[in-house]
């Protein structure tokens, strides 16, 4: 079992930065592949960005690519996302996930057998 603990989120203005990170514990951390996914208010959760097993193979979303990066440091169990250039439309819940399935970059929701519980970011314009 893999307990995942979000944090970074907050009030920010468009064009602002910042980065959320995710504490992993439980499990075998090497052997995930980790995810961001976003669900903005009246919408279903959506695929931001994920690493894979291998390092530095990186795959996102259309709406965040060139904006955001994902990253990972398998000593600390951390993973991250450096949100830039942030605009109104990024509002939203943002969650951690982890994934153990076969997929290298994984961007369903299914493909992810643990979450979570999210962080708010919430972007003014």
């Known amino acids: 079992q893999v307990q995942l603990v979000e944090s970074g989120g907050g009030l920010v203005q468009a064009g602002d930065s910042l980065r959320l990170s995710c504490a992993a514990s439980g499990g075998t951390f090497s052997s995930y592949v980790m995810g961001w996914f976003r669900q903005a208010p009246g919408k279903e959760r959506e695929f931001v960005a994920t690493?894979?097993?291998?390092?530095?193979?990186?795959y996102y979303a259309d709406s965040v690519r060139g904006r955001f990066t994902i990253s990972r440091d398998s000593a600390k169990k951390m993973v991250y996302v450096q949100m830039n250039s942030l605009k109104p439309e990024d509002t939203a819940i943002y969650y951690c996930?982890?994934?153990?399935?076969?997929?290298?970059?994984?961007?369903?929701?299914?493909?992810?057998?643990?979450w979570g519980q999210g962080t708010q970011v919430t972007v003014s314009s």
């Open positions: 690493f894979s097993r291998t390092v530095g193979t990186t």
């Open positions: 996930a982890a994934s153990l399935r076969g997929a290298d970059l994984p961007t369903r929701q299914y493909e992810y057998n643990f």
